[in-house]
Structures are given as structure tokens and as C-alpha cells.
């Protein structure tokens, strides 16, 4: 079956920058998108970045011109890469696989920004 593996998340300082990966495995894919998500307590999960097959990308507005989101050679993983880090984007980060008209989710890796 499909999985996601996700990996990069941690603790960094205002200012600071982490990148997020993300393998997809279980399937061979195509016309398919990729994307991260962030989830904080009593909210509701949202998009950060979002990139398909085809090479478009998604970004929300405020990570727009810190975070760029790419792929591996292989073109089933993708990264995140977040500079610039802000406190507001601390939270779990969800990698998803849209792919056949399914959703996919890792399971989250915590990003923690705090002085």
C-alpha cells in the first residue's frame, strides 16, 4: 500500500531554517501532487505547499518568498525547504500524496519555532 515517510522536523530558532522530506512509496505514480501541510491544536489543518507532477506549485501567502517545496530525483519525494522560520509556523507538518483521486497522509513531524 502507500506510504509516506517523513523526516526533518525539529526544534530551530526565529530566523532559523529546517528542510522537510518526504518518500512516497507502494505505487508507481503519475499525474499526481505532493504537498505539505501544518496542523496546530484547534485548528484546522492547512496548506503550506503543494507541487504536481507536472511542475506547479502552490504556495500559502504566508510562507510565500521563505519556504520552497521541490523534488527528489526520483520524483517521489519531495522536500520542504522553510527559511526564515517564524514562530507562527510552529506545528505538525503533514506531508499528502493526491494521487487517483485518493489522499494520502504521513504522519506528521513536529516543527518547533521558539527563542
Known amino acids: 500500500q502507500v506510504q509516506l515517510v517523513e523526516s526533518g522536523g525539529g526544534l530551530v530558532q526565529p530566523g532559523g531554517s529546517l528542510r522537510l522530506s518526504c518518500a512516497a512509496s507502494g505505487g508507481i505514480f503519475s499525474n499526481y501532487a505532493m504537498g505539505w501541510y501544518r496542523q496546530v491544536p484547534g485548528k484546522q489543518r492547512e496548506l503550506v505547499a503543494a507541487a504536481t507532477s507536472g511542475g506547479s506549485t502552490n504556495y500559502a501567502d504566508s510562507v510565500k518568498g521563505r519556504f520552497t517545496i521541490s523534488w527528489g530525483v526520483s520524483k517521489n519525494t519531495v522536500y520542504l525547504q522553510m527559511n526564515s522560520l517564524k514562530p507562527q509556523d510552529t506545528g505538525v507538518y503533514y506531508c499528502?500524496?493526491?494521487?487517483?483521486?485518493?489522499?494520502?497522509w504521513g504522519q506528521g513531524t513536529q516543527v518547533t519555532v521558539s527563542s
Open positions: 499528502n500524496l493526491k494521487w487517483r483521486g485518493v489522499t494520502y
